[in-house]
């Protein structure tokens, strides 16, 4: 639009210039005439007659030519505008209309259309761009009630979990107060089973509890849109990670090489067992070895204001065949798998998990072949 106004202007412009160079050669133009002094007086008189009738004709004339120029020029520039206003209602228009629906599409405002004139330039490319705008919406919609049926299946799941899990865990509390009555009866025999039962009843309980905080989860979103998981990192003891580890020794040989120093992290205790729990589930599955758990202390990169934060390193190793280093740069990824998981359950989101978690609470992860499988967790000290 806005060259088009400048032309129009540029046209007007250029008109009136031509009109004011007309009207001073006009306003200039006039007849001259000479009296010559070698007539006789009735000489005299019949010349000046004649220049009274050339003067009248040329008034005529130059009023005629006066006339004729201003009609022809209101026609140039009347002629002028309506062409201007041709090109641009069937050349810029079209352009400007095509320039705002392709942004309203870019939005994702697929339920706006556009006129469809043939005639114009771009006629055939508009109902070509209509039918795939009506093409992308139908896709759109599609998705939108593939997404909503994916979300109440999940939904519908993760409350049909619910109900055994509550199961469970009201069992175990049963079993426990059951073992707990063995405790104070005192027979040694049965107090030694009592307290190994009690701690196996204590383990189950707990897994059940995280089975329950999951699927709680698992009702607001889904694998695919692991953003919408919560992470809420809160100031917890450090000696909790430790604890973890040792809740894990039922099922895994846990070998500690030194002690978590006694400080505060910035955790979210959930995902921080999960983290751990999906470490040591790799462990077991891949290598089936001892599982060797290291503490220590580094510090990160420098902040924009030069201060550091300090991370509890946390090594985890086994001794098992590693991964092939070609499938190193590739185990993190959403749903990757390495070429030794061929024979084994899962879907390739343990350690896609372990980093997620680690950095949405402020940390890291570091993972390598060293004689085995390492993994080495950073968590952020308060």
């Not at 040329?58 to 009023?63: E, I, L, P």
């Not at 120029?69 to 002629?79: A, C, D, E, K, Q």
């Not at 025999?189 to 709680?216: F, R």
């Not at 809160?234 to 040989?253: G, L, P």
Request: proline share 2%; with cysteine; aromatic share 10%.
């Amino acid at each position: 639009m806005k060259t088009i106004r400048n032309t129009a202007i540029i046209f007007t412009a250029f008109m009136l210039a031509a009109l004011g160079v007309f009207l001073a050669i006009y306003t200039r133009a006039s007849l001259i005439v000479v009296n010559p002094d070698s007539y006789t007086d009735q000489e005299l008189e019949y010349y000046k007659k004649i220049i009274d009738v050339v003067k009248n004709s040329f008034d005529q004339g130059r009023t005629q030519l006066f006339i004729a120029v201003l009609v022809f020029w209101g026609i140039i520039l009347l002629s002028g505008y309506v062409l201007i206003w041709l090109i641009w209602h069937f050349q810029v228009k079209p352009v400007q209309e095509m320039e705002q629906y392709a942004s309203e599409i870019a939005k994702g405002n697929l339920d706006v259309s556009l006129p469809i004139r043939k005639n114009n330039l771009f006629g055939n490319f508009t109902e070509s761009f209509d039918m795939m705008r009506e093409e992308l919406k139908r896709s759109k919609d599609s998705e939108m009630e593939a997404q909503k049926a994916k979300r109440d299946m999940v939904a519908e799941l993760s409350h049909d979990l619910k109900t055994p899990v509550a199961t469970i865990g009201a069992t175990c509390e049963v079993l426990d107060m059951k073992y707990r009555m063995k405790l104070k009866n005192g027979d040694p025999d049965e107090v030694k089973d009592a307290e190994d039962m009690i701690e196996k009843i204590g383990y189950i309980k707990d897994k059940s509890d995280v089975i329950n905080e999951l699927v709680d989860n698992v009702l607001r979103a889904s694998e695919d849109e692991l953003d919408e998981i919560s992470v809420n990192p809160k100031e917890v003891e450090s000696t909790v990670i430790e604890e973890f580890f040792v809740s894990s020794r039922d099922y895994a040989n846990i070998v500690f090489n030194n002690h978590i120093q006694e400080c505060l992290l910035y955790i979210d205790k959930l995902r921080m067992k999960q983290v751990i729990d999906n470490i040591i589930g790799n462990s077991i599955k891949y290598a089936g070895t001892d599982i060797h758990v290291s503490f220590s202390e580094t510090e990160g990169v420098p902040n924009n204001d030069g201060s550091k934060n300090s991370f509890v390193k946390v090594k985890i190793r086994d001794f098992g065949p590693g991964v092939s280093e070609e499938d190193i740069p590739i185990i993190v990824e959403k749903f990757a798998r390495g070429k030794n998981a061929e024979d084994k359950s899962g879907y390739g989101l343990g350690l896609f998990l372990v980093k997620f978690y680690m950095e949405k609470q402020g940390g890291g992860m570091n993972y390598y072949n060293d004689n085995g499988f390492v993994v080495e967790l950073l968590v952020r000290k308060v």
